[in-house]
């Protein structure tokens, strides 16, 4: 019996065994250093506009020569306006982000375990993922401080209220579907680098916190206990022309296009191979 036990336990740990050995071979760890830059109504929907530093890391496993499916966690920051592409609108915003993703990507050449013809190849990727942002606006408080401020919770375009039924309030964690190009090269058994550049597309239009028409300052002054503030960050033109108000009504953003952010890097990979080979099975010597 115990002879038995321990022949069905071989049995079971032996594909682990070789699976373990296999992942370790085919994967490598990511570090990862670029810049964002967001695409909105706050830049005209420019792809190009300002960009900021963004950093993370991950994980790439090559499913065959061809194929690899990497899981990435990255963290930046956007901004736009200030000055706002229509002067008159006056409004500008910044937010962090931070994105959990999974890719799926496609060598147009043979690239990974087992391919020794090429040592570099362009690759597409396309994945789903999820961001958290948080915009915020910058503010001269009265005793001559300034401030960052988050929006979300002033509702600045009246959602959540019975006179705007259809603006529900926006949450700050949504989906993003990345998608974009990318070049690599296989620098040795150990290391490997890749460039990479690809768009966020969201369905959101809020990640800068504009998006519909103007509510008006009595409706936002009256609707919550931060209303006197949201009425000021919600309609900053009186910054530019004294006394200027916008009419309710007006169109504030463009609500037909949602919001985008665009990221890209380079990447540097070290093979799982390298770290943790000392973990694989040994084999016993008969």
């Known amino acids: 019996m115990n002879r038995l036990l321990v022949g069905l336990c071989l049995l079971v740990s032996l594909p682990l065994m070789a699976q373990q050995r296999d992942f370790i071979g085919r994967t490598e760890l990511l570090f990862c250093g670029g ?5 909105g109504d706050l830049n005209n929907q420019s792809v190009f506009g300002r960009v900021h530093a963004a950093y993370g890391f991950g994980m790439r496993c090559h499913l065959d020569n061809r194929w690899a499916l990497t899981g990435r966690v990255n963290k930046g920051e956007i901004s736009g306006g200030d000055p706002d592409w229509i002067e008159l609108r006056n409004l500008s915003f910044r937010s962090e982000i931070f994105e959990v993703s999974v890719v799926g990507e496609f060598s147009f050449w043979p690239y990974g375990q087992g391919s020794i013809d090429h040592q570099w190849t362009p690759y597409i990727f396309g994945g789903l993922g999820l961001f958290h942002f948080n915009p915020m606006a910058h503010y001269a408080v009265g005793n001559g401080d300034e401030v960052w401020v988050e929006l979300q919770p002033l509702h600045t375009e009246g959602q959540g209220t019975v006179q705007y039924p ?7 964690t949504q989906l993003c579907m990345p998608f974009g190009i990318g070049f690599r090269w296989r620098l040795g058994k150990t290391f490997s680098l890749s460039a990479e550049y690809g768009f966020r597309k969201t369905w959101t239009d809020y990640i800068d916190d504009v998006s519909t028409t103007y509510v008006g300052a009595d409706l936002l002054t009256e ?15 009186f910054e530019v022309r004294d006394g ?12 037909s296009l949602d919001d985008m952010y665009s990221y890209f890097h380079i990447s540097l990979g070290v093979s799982l191979e390298t770290l943790l080979g000392w973990m694989r099975p040994k084999r016993c010597k008969l």
């Open 166 to 172: 259809d603006r529900k309030p926006y949450t700050l």
């Open 244 to 255: 200027y108000v916008n009419a309710v009504g007006i169109k504030r953003g463009d609500d």
């Open 223 to 237: 609707s919550s206990p931060d209303g006197a503030l949201a009425a000021i960050l919600a309609d900053r033109s």
């Open 35 to 39: 810049g964002m830059n967001y695409i």
